[in-house]
């Protein structure tokens, strides 16, 4: 019989989850996937129950201390049973439109407090003879990558059904604190890891001056022809307004070998290629609400993972994030691609992730009574820090199977709340780019334009890219020498010192040079 683990404590960044999270305005993470045929709703339990083992967490539910003086801890559910988590619903259409509003409809609700926070929906009557799997996952349990690590857990790389244990494991809990216990525990926790947290702080200053002293030098020119974008306040556009609720859910897919051609042809990373599209996209979402483009800047806030050599699948949130801001007015999109790789190089060798991830952790040093009451005042603020979250993550290329049934589609969802009223997600998944979009139905009422813009966007950059990518193929036409017409013989007297020549003129040398070819590919609007 297998111990429970040690119940642990949230760190400050996971509980900070825990406090902007208000009723109606749910900070879970989750994905919503399709599988090939009927997966019976029994078996998925009992396969689910066997994997527990592997994901203790999922067991353990979040107990705060009282009058939230101190950080909350995982405590094991003693009322735990997986039927709690697992259920089902029926689409009476079964359409992809049904299914992503039902989709909306379940992710705008809260996971209750009193239980571990996830649960797990399988979606019936989806034509075509396919199941829909909605999980969900409070974001102080785990982020993106955590999720996908979990994922890979849950399911099997084989189409081979395993088999599920018949004999379910039993668990010894570890007998529950005391109220004054807790208190103690947490104050006492609480301060080592403010302890903690300035001496890590004071390490990483120093080991971000080792880098600019004896790394590459520190990009003092970029940083000042990019500080008026850096510091100036981000300008809201029309779904930066404070969500009220509830939310809608939509999704598109574009082929990875697609981003792959651009990337090649144009050069750049995959994120770059992404956020290039994401930008694109929004651009023409705001054009067509009637918001003003010309001379705008958009702000994305987008995640990076920090876990370093941890495993992918440990639970909690190791994430920083950057601030990339991409001036939302240019319509070339070669040169858009270019001013976004431009903007995240910069940001990588100006190391400000690490600055971002510092002053986030001077942050947790405030006392955790006062993060419990800030938290969901926060959260309603006319606070306006980015335009939306985009968020890019890894996934498996290979296909994955749940009970021997395939998971032909697996879109992700990043929660919404205070003034970023939308947001993206994408993971990449078998070959397939799969894009979350995420929306309050009162700020983006018409969330499913997305799915159009962002092919619109696909279409325009891959376009320019063939056309690069063409002109980089074309073989240059050699000069040729071209003979003059033979000038009028005229007389002359010759003599051996002298002998007359035939005139040649020179030939025209060089290559056709196009007008888009002497222009430099700046980062102006067209």
């Not at 705060?64 to 801890?73: A, E, K, Q, V, W």
């Not at 240019?330 to 190391?351: G, Q, S």
């Not at 929306?439 to 279409?459: C, I, M, Q, Y």
Request: charged letters at 20%.
């Amino acid at each position: 019989m297998p111990h429970a683990q040690d119940s642990g404590r949230l760190s400050w960044g996971d509980a900070l989850f825990l406090y902007l999270e208000r009723e109606g305005m749910p900070l879970n993470i989750a994905s919503v996937s399709v599988f090939e045929g009927v997966i019976s709703l029994e078996a998925c339990c009992q396969f689910i129950e066997s994997k527990l083992p592997l994901i203790p967490r999922y067991r353990q539910r979040v107990v705060s201390p009282p009058f939230n003086l101190g950080l909350p801890t995982w405590e094991y559910d003693p009322k735990f049973g997986v039927r709690n988590h697992i259920r089902e619903v029926t689409l009476k259409r079964g359409t992809d439109s049904e299914f992503k509003a039902a989709a909306g409809k379940i992710l705008s609700t809260t996971l209750d407090r009193q239980r571990p926070l996830w649960d797990l929906i399988l979606v019936r009557g989806l034509t075509g003879n396919r199941t829909g799997l909605i999980l969900r996952v409070h974001h102080c349990l785990a982020d993106g990558v955590a999720g996908v690590g979990l994922m890979n857990v849950m399911m099997d790389a084989s189409p081979v059904a395993p088999a599920v244990p018949a004999k379910k494991l039993r668990f010894r809990k570890p007998p529950q604190k005391d109220a004054w216990t807790s208190i103690v525990d947490g104050w006492i926790s609480w301060y080592a890891g403010m302890v903690q947290r300035v001496l890590m702080a004071q390490s990483e200053i120093l080991n971000l001056a080792e880098k600019f002293v004896a790394g590459e030098p520190w990009p003092v020119g970029e940083f000042a022809r990019l500080l008026p974008e850096l510091a100036s306040p981000t300008e809201r556009l029309f779904f930066n307004v404070n969500y009220r609720g509830p939310q809608k859910f939509a999704w598109a897919e574009i082929p990875m070998a697609e981003v792959k051609a651009i990337r090649e042809a144009c050069g750049g990373t995959h994120n770059d290629v992404v956020l290039a599209l994401v930008t694109a996209t929004i651009r023409r979402y705001a054009e067509h609400h009637g918001d003003p483009v010309r001379r705008r800047l958009l702000r994305i806030m987008v995640p990076v993972n920090v876990r370093g050599g941890d495993r992918p699948g440990d639970l909690g949130n190791r994430i920083s994030l950057l601030p990339v801001t991409i001036p939302l007015d240019i319509r070339n999109p070669r040169k858009l691609l270019a001013a976004v790789r431009e903007r995240m190089d910069f940001l990588k060798r100006a190391h400000i992730a690490e600055l971002v991830g510092l002053a986030g952790g001077l942050v947790g040093t405030t006392p955790t009574l006062l993060q419990a009451f800030a938290g969901p005042v926060a959260s309603k603020l006319p606070l306006t820090p980015f335009n939306l979250v985009c968020t890019n993550i890894p996934g498996p290329q290979s296909p994955l199977y749940l009970l021997g049934h395939k998971m032909l589609q697996w879109y992700p969802y990043v929660p919404v709340g205070g003034d970023m009223a939308v947001n993206c997600a994408i993971l990449s998944y078998n070959g397939t780019s799969y894009f979350g979009f995420s929306g309050d139905v009162h700020a983006a009422p018409d969330l499913n334009r997305l799915e159009t813009f962002l092919k619109l966007s696909l279409e325009e950059l891959r376009n320019a890219a063939r056309g690069k990518a063409r002109r980089k193929k074309r073989p240059r036409p050699k000069a040729k020498a071209v003979l003059a017409p033979a000038p009028t013989p005229a007389p002359v007297i010759t003599t051996s010192a002298s002998p007359a020549r035939p005139s040649v003129e020179p030939a025209p040398a060089g290559t056709p040079v196009t007008v888009e070819d002497r222009v430099p590919m700046g980062l102006a609007a067209d």
